[in-house]
């Protein structure tokens, strides 16, 4: 039976296209997130900042209560730097007293330790217990809102103003799903102590016991923080994060129809981020990569590893499937010191270049005897 060659050609091209999607096909195996009915949302691996999800992140919006974390990072600064002390008794304002909304309920002329105001911030979100806190510390709450901004140009939250230390409704108060981002990442680091109080579940003060108005610390465990918010300009509003496998999510959900509706926005952006994605060490800046020759040393090769360990967020199941490609000059020649940049290594994935990082020497590779430094002269003349 004869084929023609018009008929192998269709063949051939249809089996290429074929495997071709397969490939695409193996690829390609994630969703979109899932649709959570916010005004603005954000995703993050907490490790890498890789944005896993989001939506419109940079939008300006009313965060309502989780203002409070901006009061409580300063808070944090001010314990930490002995400025206050957990001890301290604050005596309550009439203001504070006065405030609307979210309660610990405490009574104007009492004395109230820092520790239970910050307690009754954290888990009962006081506005009583934030301008208590503000007024201690600066002297009046538009002094403290002075401190909250100066912390947040430092932070580079570029995108986010403060009025007050409770988060009540502003036309100058604002800030972004990003922002936001930025300032639990910062609390969880620089404060893992101080973090561990957002997983408090209920706080009782003045025989008055209250929950933590965040509930997915009752329905997900891997949930340790961090703060909601919620007002009738804002809509309904939470900054969670979670750890499962020594992975950290950070999730920013703002501006929800309702408390249902934020809570679920979160759990299933939380899950969405650890059913497909994981946060991978690739590379150990103490393990040698490559050992490369050396001209005029002492030494005839060095071995070089990337400057930093290098931590990405990729698909769960890609990671066999990076590519490395080293950049590197045609001769390499001394005196080499230890950590001298070298070159460049080329990370990608599915030729898609993820980073470029250095390659450095992983030791000193001084210059050889008189009589190399001629040998290696002459030898790469002629190289």
Same mark, same amino acid.
């Given at each position: 039976?004869?084929?023609?060659?018009?008929?192998?050609?269709?063949?051939?091209?249809?089996?290429? /296209?074929?495997?071709?999607?397969?490939?695409?096909?193996?690829?390609?195996? /994630?969703?979109?997130?899932?649709?959570?009915?916010?005004?603005?949302?954000?995703?993050?691996?907490?490790?890498?900042?890789?944005?896993?999800?989001?939506?419109?992140?940079?939008?300006?919006?009313?965060?309502?209560?989780?203002?409070?974390? &901006?009061?409580?990072?300063?808070?944090?600064?001010?314990?930490? *730097?002995?400025?206050?002390?957990?001890?301290?008794?604050?005596?309550?304002?009439?203001?504070?007293?006065?405030?609307?909304?979210?309660? &610990?309920?405490?009574?104007?002329?009492?004395?109230?330790?820092?520790?239970?105001?910050?307690?009754?911030?954290?888990?009962?979100?006081?506005?009583?217990?934030?301008?208590?806190?503000?007024?201690?510390?600066?002297?009046?709450?538009?002094?403290?809102?002075?401190?909250?901004?100066?912390?947040?140009?430092?932070?580079?939250?570029?995108?986010?103003?403060?009025?007050?230390?409770?988060?009540?409704?502003?036309?100058?108060?604002?800030?972004?799903?990003?922002?936001?981002?930025?300032?639990?990442?910062?609390?969880?680091?620089?404060?893992?102590?101080?973090?561990?109080?957002?997983?408090?579940?209920?706080?009782?003060?003045? *025989?008055?016991?209250?929950?933590?108005?965040?509930?997915?610390?009752?329905?997900?465990?891997?949930?340790?923080?961090?703060?909601?918010?919620?007002?009738?300009?804002?809509?309904?509003?939470?900054?969670?994060?979670?750890?499962?496998?020594?992975?950290?999510?950070?999730?920013?959900?703002?501006?929800?129809?309702?408390?249902?509706?934020? /809570?679920?926005?979160?759990?299933?952006?939380?899950?969405?981020?650890?059913?497909?994605?994981?946060?991978?060490?690739?590379?150990?800046?103490?393990?040698?990569?490559?050992?490369?020759?050396?001209?005029?040393?002492?030494?005839?090769?060095?071995?070089?590893?990337?400057?930093?360990?290098?931590?990405?967020?990729?698909?769960?199941?890609?990671?066999?499937?990076?590519?490395?490609?080293?950049?590197?000059?045609?001769? /390499?020649?001394?005196?080499?010191?230890?950590?001298?940049?070298?070159? *460049?290594?080329?990370?990608?994935?599915?030729?898609?270049?993820?980073?470029?990082?250095?390659?450095?020497?992983?030791?000193?590779?001084?210059?050889?005897?008189?009589?190399?430094?001629?040998?290696?002269?002459?030898?790469?003349?002629?190289?």
């Amino acid at each position: 039976m004869l084929i023609s060659k018009n008929k192998i050609i269709f063949y051939l091209t249809f089996l290429v /296209i074929l495997l071709g999607n397969q490939l695409k096909a193996q690829i390609l195996t /994630i969703p979109s997130p899932p649709v959570i009915g916010a005004k603005s949302y954000l995703l993050i691996d907490a490790a890498t900042d890789y944005t896993i999800a989001s939506l419109d992140p940079d939008l300006k919006l009313p965060p309502a209560s989780i203002t409070k974390l &901006m009061t409580a990072y300063v808070v944090f600064h001010a314990l930490n *730097n002995d400025q206050i002390s957990l001890t301290d008794l604050v005596t309550v304002s009439e203001k504070a007293w006065r405030a609307e909304g979210s309660r &610990m309920f405490i009574e104007v002329g009492k004395k109230v330790s820092v520790e239970d105001l910050l307690m009754g911030m954290i888990v009962q979100s006081g506005n009583d217990s934030s301008i208590a806190l503000a007024e201690h510390i600066a002297g009046t709450e538009m002094l403290f809102s002075d401190l909250m901004n100066q912390y947040a140009q430092q932070l580079k939250m570029t995108n986010s103003y403060f009025m007050n230390a409770s988060g009540l409704p502003d036309e100058n108060h604002y800030s972004t799903a990003n922002d936001l981002a930025i300032l639990a990442k910062a609390i969880i680091n620089e404060f893992p102590k101080f973090y561990e109080l957002y997983s408090t579940k209920e706080f009782t003060y003045n *025989n008055i016991k209250q929950p933590n108005r965040n509930s997915l610390l009752w329905r997900d465990p891997s949930v340790d923080g961090i703060k909601t918010g919620s007002t009738s300009e804002a809509g309904y509003s939470l900054v969670s994060s979670a750890k499962r496998n020594e992975m950290r999510i950070i999730s920013v959900v703002l501006g929800t129809a309702s408390s249902k509706a934020r /809570i679920d926005g979160s759990q299933a952006l939380l899950n969405f981020g650890y059913r497909f994605y994981v946060t991978e060490t690739l590379l150990n800046s103490n393990d040698e990569f490559i050992n490369v020759k050396t001209w005029k040393t002492e030494k005839a090769s060095i071995g070089l590893a990337v400057e930093n360990n290098y931590i990405t967020t990729l698909p769960k199941g890609s990671s066999k499937r990076i590519e490395y490609i080293t950049d590197l000059p045609e001769f /390499i020649e001394g005196p080499i010191t230890k950590g001298q940049r070298i070159g *460049n290594l080329v990370i990608q994935l599915d030729g898609e270049i993820l980073n470029t990082i250095p390659l450095v020497a992983l030791e000193n590779n001084p210059n050889g005897s008189l009589i190399k430094q001629i040998q290696d002269t002459i030898q790469l003349w002629f190289e």
